[in-house]
C-alpha cells in the first residue's frame, strides 16, 4: 500500500513570514496525483493545492506553492506572508486515478501573531 | 453551488445500536467517499461509490457498510457500535477518478 509521510507534527510560524511543510510518499507508479489539504478548527477539509506527477512545473495558489521533487518522492508545501486564518492542520495526500486517497498524519501549523 | 452536506453534525449513541450517517455530494459528483478521523488512526478510508457500485474498500469489519444511491446521495451504516467506532466520520465527493476530494464538514459520532 502506499504510505504518505509527514514528519513535522507540529510547526510555527510568525505572521507575514514563509513557513515549508514537509511530506513524502511512497509509491512504484509514474501517474498519480499529490494533494495538500487544510483542516482549520472547524473541521472541514478544504482543498489548497494539487499536482499531476507529469508535470514538472510546480503548482502554485496565491500563497501557496509546493516543491515537488519526483525522482525524491517529496511534496512540499511553502506558505508564503503567513496569515492568522492558515492556522489550521494541514495534510498532504497522494491518489492514483480511481484509486482512494492516502492521507499522511498531518502537521498541525501555528501562526504566531 | 451548494458543498458537500453532511447529516447529521453530531450524534451520541450507545454501545450495541447502530447508526446511519448521510451525504450529499455537489450535484454532479459521482464519486462519494467516507473517511474515519480519530486522533490516533489519523485519516483512514472507509469506502468510495462511484455511480452506485462500491468501488474502493478499507480495512474495516464488515460492521460498516455504505451505500449509493441514484442521485448520488451516500449513506453510511454501522451495526453494532463499539466504544472504539467514536470519531469524526467524513464525506468526500469528487466529479471524477482523478480529481481532488470537496469534504462535508463531517459527523461527530460518540459511543457511549
Known amino acids: 500500500a502506499q504510505t504518505v509521510t509527514q514528519s513535522q507534527p507540529e510547526m510555527s510560524v510568525q505572521e507575514a513570514e514563509t513557513v515549508t511543510l514537509s511530506c513524502t510518499y511512497d509509491?512504484?507508479?509514474?501517474?498519480?496525483?499529490l494533494f495538500w489539504y487544510k483542516q482549520p478548527p472547524s473541521r472541514q477539509m478544504i482543498l489548497v493545492i494539487r499536482q499531476e506527477a507529469y508535470k514538472q512545473q510546480n503548482a502554485t495558489e496565491n500563497r501557496f506553492s509546493v516543491n515537488f521533487q519526483k525522482a525524491a518522492k517529496s511534496f512540499s508545501l511553502k506558505i508564503s506572508d503567513s496569515q492568522l486564518g492558515d492556522a489550521a492542520m494541514y495534510f498532504c495526500?497522494?491518489?492514483?486515478?480511481?484509486?482512494?486517497?492516502?492521507f499522511g498524519t498531518g502537521t498541525s501549523l501555528t501562526v504566531i501573531p | 453551488k451548494a458543498g458537500v452536506t453532511q447529516t447529521p453534525r453530531y450524534l451520541i449513541k450507545t454501545r450495541g445500536q447502530q447508526v446511519t450517517l448521510s451525504c450529499s455530494p455537489i450535484?454532479?459528483?459521482?464519486?462519494v467517499s467516507w473517511y474515519q478521523q480519530t486522533p490516533g488512526q489519523g485519516l483512514q478510508f472507509l469506502f468510495e461509490y462511484f455511480s452506485e457500485t462500491q468501488r474502493n474498500k478499507g480495512n474495516f469489519p464488515g460492521r460498516f457498510s455504505g451505500r449509493q444511491f441514484s442521485n448520488s446521495r451516500s449513506e453510511m451504516n454501522v451495526s453494532t457500535l463499539e466504544l472504539g467506532d467514536s470519531a469524526l466520520y467524513l464525506c468526500a465527493s469528487s466529479p471524477g477518478t482523478a480529481d481532488g476530494y470537496t469534504f462535508g464538514s463531517g459527523t461527530r459520532l460518540t459511543v457511549v
Open positions: 509509491t512504484s507508479e509514474s501517474d498519480y496525483y
Open positions: 495526500a497522494y491518489r492514483r486515478t480511481g484509486n482512494q486517497f492516502y
Open positions: 450535484s454532479g459528483h459521482r464519486s
